[in-house]
Structures are given as C-alpha cells and as structure tokens.
C-alpha cells in the first residue's frame, strides 16, 4: 500500500507565498510521475503541475510563471513552491503520484489526502 501525505497549506495574503510538500511512503518500487492537482469549490479537480521521472514537468497555464514543481527522488517527495498567489488560487490541492509497487506490476494513480490553500484578497 502507498500513502501520500501533503504538508504545508494554509491562510496567505494575495501576493504571498506558500510551498507545499508531498511524501509518498509504503511499499514503493519507483514512481514514474508526480503532482499537484487542485479542487475549488464547485469546480472540477484539475492538474496544477507535474514531474516525470527524467526531469520534465508542466503546468496549467494558469500557475506558469509563479509556481514551480519539484521532486527529490531519493526522499518520494514533491514540493509545489506557489508565489504571487492569487484569490483564485484557492483551493484544496493534491498530490497524486503513480507508483509501482512491485517489480511485475502496472503502475497505479495514490492520492493525498489534500491540503486547503486559502488566499484572501
């Protein structure tokens, strides 16, 4: 079984800045991806960011420019650095990741739990 548990969220004033952290732990083998996916209210859950294994990542148009994702591998963590944060912004953010959890196995999609971010304007 993989846990993700998220770290970090919180109350930030539009213009701050909040860094999030994920660790994946349990039975692990490697994990191909990892990200941040955000869920407002009344909206649909949608992808922030993310990193492959090999150093490449993406971004949702709307964060390009003031977050940035990173991953230490030798830890299965990710961390989302958010910066000039917005109301917008708002949202309960999770971390996914795709693990494979044993060596003839298919990789598979965990979820965290979710952190809440809140941004007052």
């Known amino acids: 079984q993989v846990q993700l548990v998220e770290s970090g969220g919180g109350l930030v004033q539009a213009g701050g800045s909040l860094r999030l952290s994920c660790v994946a732990s349990?039975?692990?083998?490697?994990?191909?991806?990892m990200a941040w996916y955000r869920q407002a209210p009344g909206k649909q859950r949608e992808l922030v960011a993310r990193?492959?294994?090999?150093?490449?990542?993406n971004y949702a148009d709307s964060v390009k420019g003031r977050f940035t994702i990173s991953r230490d591998n030798a830890k299965n963590t990710v961390y989302l650095q958010m910066s000039s944060l917005k109301p917008e912004d708002t949202a309960v953010y999770y971390c996914?990741?795709?693990?494979?959890?044993?060596?003839?196995?298919?990789?598979?999609?965990?979820w965290g739990q979710g952190t809440q971010v809140t941004v007052s304007s």
């Open positions: 996914n990741a795709d693990v494979r959890v044993n060596y003839f196995g298919n990789y598979n999609y965990y």
């Open positions: 349990g039975t692990i083998v490697s994990i191909k991806s």
């Open positions: 990193t492959i294994s090999g150093g490449s990542t």
